[in-house]
């Protein structure tokens, strides 16, 4: 399921690249306000949720040039392959 962000969620990829500083409290870029979350329903995910703020969300959905590859379709394509691995 996707949806919008839950105010003061802050974009995962950011937290992963950013991290904490000496003192563990977070970077401040590490700090970037998520725009979605994603919630995973599938039995292999066990129900993860993933936050993005719009710039990785438009990196991950980027496709090849001019084409995307949509959070939509990348959901739809792991419950294709979830299904054939049954």
Not at 37 to 55: G, H, L, P, W
């Amino acid at each position: 399921m996707i949806r919008r962000a839950n105010a003061g969620v802050w974009c995962d990829y950011c937290k992963d690249a950013w991290g904490t500083m000496k003192d563990n409290s977070w970077h401040p870029k590490a700090k970037t306000p998520a725009w979605l979350t994603i919630d995973s329903e599938s039995a292999r995910s066990k129900k993860t949720s993933r936050s993005y703020c719009q710039s990785h969300a438009e990196y991950l959905t980027e496709g090849s040039p001019g084409q995307a590859f949509t959070f939509e379709d990348q959901i739809q394509l792991a419950n294709q392959i979830e299904g054939a691995n049954v």
